[in-house]
């Protein structure tokens, strides 16, 4: 039994893994890679902001005593985003997890939204999480095996007024992800999806305090505000062995919020 227990630990443990994490410079995107190198994983933080991402990545390097690097790309950008992969190729020899958490939202009506700021929302969302994707998986399927975590959102999953260029865009990513799932399936690579509720990033400290906020964390089960490092479990699980035989999947962090 004691050896049982002990191999169910071991399986959470991400030593020798490495990991690109878009978005990881800050909110969900850091909270995960954080999470991710505290079970041992070497990381890349990609954002469009370099200084961003290297201050980021030596912070977790010098708390966790792994390797991380920062690199600054647009990942919507084709060129930018296959040299997001050439560099962590060059550097940990080799991509065995990716969190796809770069994103954004743009809220309002939608008669009072462009046409400029769907496309842009969808770009970042949804292109981007596609194109990581697209560049990761040669050297994934090359090595037998692989994590691909795309971000939701809990609304890929139900409706809230003044978001149709954000739900529309997590829906896709959920049926992005089921797809690739079982394009993947046979080459040792799962890929699932994370749908987070309410966490108070810096996308929604414009509306917690608003009458807005409070309904939203209202409908949840637990009645708050999720804090960042609620994100990590979900990420170290998906990202390791002990997910072996989850692809697929949509695993729904939002405190209940789905659940009504």
Known sequence: MAEASLRGIKLFNLSGRSAVITGGSKGLGLAMAAGLASAGADLMLVSRHLEEAQAAAQSLAQEYGVL?????????????????????????????????????????????????????????????????????????????????????SALGVIGLPGRTPYTASKGAVLQMTRTLALECASDGITVNAICPGPFLTDMNESIADTEEGQRIIGVTALKRWARLEEIQGAAIYLAGDAASYVTGSALVVDGGWTAQ
């Open 68 to 152: 991380a690097l920062g690199h600054a790309a647009d990942v919507r950008n084709e060129v930018e985003v296959d040299g997001i992969v050439q560099r962590a190729l060059s550097a940990f020899g080799k991509v065995d997890i990716l969190i796809n958490s770069a994103g954004i939202n743009i809220r309002g009506p939608i008669t009072s939204l462009k046409l400029e700021e769907f496309e842009r929302v969808l770009g970042t969302n949804v292109t981007g999480t596609w194109l990581t994707c697209r560049a990761v998986l040669p050297s994934m399927r090359a090595q037998g095996w692989g994590r691909i975590i795309n971000i939701s």
